[in-house]
């Protein structure tokens, strides 16, 4: 298993930790329903779609002989652009809701902007790999 | 499916980047309408539609139990794939220009596309056998 899948299958578990413990805080009453946007992405972006993507980066059939896995830096990249652009998130919308200072409107443009081009970074990484496997019929 | 399912990916982003941009500062009062085309993206173009595509290529071979098609019978899989894309660009943009009534049509669409990918896949549902 190649290290960027290792880590986004960690970084996943902990973003479904995180959001079924917002899904529980909000059920009890004790986070705002600001918050339940929230809980959505932690749960299907941070959790269920990075653990897809780590896993697709690991069994999609590979590149060439040379670059099995395509470009490594734009993975890691895009690892860090959806964590980031998660926690960006997880503070500023609820933020921009309840109080919305500009600098924590900037947060949230900046955390779109990063979920953004995380998701372009991964769905461009993984198109070329959508082949058959090299000697397969497919 | 896995190259459709990675458009809806990007569509879907990119709609629901434009969502949360918007709830940082105003673009368009249109805007947050454009919630229904970031679901049926996501859950339905990409994370299903993923998934169906993925099951297609892995799941147990059906030439070890004399079926004629080693991955099963491929038109209700394509009718899926058909319908899935149909159904998603009807509930997401096709809702937006049409209404309720496309959003509808789109849902069943989705529906009808579940329901044909499991008539595929119903089959391969069994052990792998060597050399299946």
């Known amino acids: 298993m190649p290290a960027l899948t290792r880590w986004c299958i960690r970084a996943a578990l902990v973003n479904l930790l995180a959001a079924l413990t917002v899904g529980v805080l909000l059920a009890v009453g004790l986070l705002p329903d600001p918050f339940r946007p929230v809980f959505y992405h932690l749960f299907m972006l941070g959790g269920v779609a990075q653990f897809i993507f780590g896993v697709a980066w690991w069994m999609f059939p590979p590149l060439s002989r040379e670059r099995p896995r395509g470009n490594e830096a734009a993975g890691w990249a895009g690892f860090v652009l959806l964590n980031a652009g998660m926690l960006l998130r997880a503070v500023a919308e609820p933020a921009v809701a309840l109080s919305p200072?500009?600098?924590?409107?900037?947060?949230?443009?900046?955390?779109?902007?990063?979920?953004?081009?995380?998701?372009?970074?991964?769905?461009?990484?993984l198109w070329p790999r959508v082949k058959p496997r090299p000697g397969k019929e497919g | 499916m896995v190259r459709l399912a990675?458009?809806?990916?990007?569509?879907?982003?990119?709609?629901?980047?434009?969502?949360l941009a918007h709830k940082a500062v105003f673009?368009?009062?249109a805007v947050p309408a454009l919630l229904g085309w970031h679901i049926h993206a996501l859950f339905f173009g990409w994370t299903l539609q993923l998934a169906f595509g993925v099951a297609y290529w892995i799941f147990p071979r059906l030439s070890s139990w004399g079926f004629r098609h080693p991955r099963g019978r491929p038109g209700p899989a394509w009718a899926a794939l058909v319908l899935l894309n149909i159904g998603v660009a009807l509930a997401g943009p096709g809702a937006?220009?049409?209404?309720?009534?496309?959003?509808?049509a789109g849902t069943l669409a989705e529906l009808l596309a579940a329901l044909a990918f499991g008539l595929h896949l119903w089959p391969r549902i069994r052990p792998a056998l060597p050399g299946g």
């Open chain 1, 101 to 125: 200072a500009p600098w924590v409107r900037v947060l949230l443009l900046l955390s779109a902007a990063a979920l953004v081009a995380a998701g372009g970074v991964f769905a461009g990484l």
């Open chain 2, 27 to 29: 673009i368009h009062p």
């Open chain 2, 6 to 19: 990675l458009l809806h990916l990007g569509v879907g982003f990119a709609v629901g980047g434009l969502m």
């Open chain 2, 96 to 104: 937006l220009v049409a209404g309720r009534p496309a959003e509808t």
